[in-house]
């Protein structure tokens, strides 16, 4: 393992390579004790970790823009349509009267600043999303409905 003072090549360096150069005690960390916050790194070792995180999207707030709202391939024609920070959802189906919207979606969630906007219309008195992926949704933004004053129902059973 090379001493905190030599100069190495970092940037040639996997992440594997650099947490495998850290001196972390396995135990401490399995621990609940106080043991767990002696563990050191050394600090340029650890800034060189955060950067390379930081860099690969596992530290931000934003990691890799992914998208957060997926419709469902069920056949209730939900369109998601990504503009910026705001997440346009358009299409679904009409009930037979026509007062209710129906979306279906694999996943939804939104990341902090991300707005969902449900567009309706003013003859739509009810919009009814689901999530059917299995896992639960994680909202820390906006959900909005434009163009109608609609109630909006979103329902994940995860």
Same mark, same amino acid.
Not at 32 to 51: D, E, G, H, V, Y
Not at 131 to 150: A, C, E, H, K, Y
């Given at each position: ?99 209710? =919207? ?7 969630? =939104? ?7 449900? =567009? ?39």
């Amino acid at each position: 393992m090379p001493k905190h003072n030599q100069t190495t090549n970092k940037t040639s360096q996997s992440i594997p390579q650099v947490l495998a150069t850290l001196p972390v005690n396995i135990k401490a960390l399995s621990q609940k004790n106080s043991a767990f916050f002696s563990t050191t790194i050394p600090f340029k070792k650890l800034n060189l970790l955060l950067a390379t995180l930081s860099l690969t999207g596992f530290i931000s707030q934003n990691p890799l823009m992914a998208q957060t709202i997926t419709p469902a391939a069920d056949g209730t024609g939900t369109i998601v349509t990504p503009d910026g920070q705001r997440i346009d959802i358009n299409g679904g189906t009409l009930s037979p009267d026509k007062a209710n =919207l129906f979306h279906s979606f694999q996943k939804f969630n =939104l990341d902090q600043n991300q707005i969902a906007n449900f =567009l309706s219309n003013p003859s739509i008195r009810n919009i009814l999303g689901r999530v059917t992926g299995g896992d639960p949704s994680i909202i820390n933004g906006l959900i909005q409905v434009s163009g109608g004053n609609s109630n909006l129902y979103l329902m994940n059973p995860a």
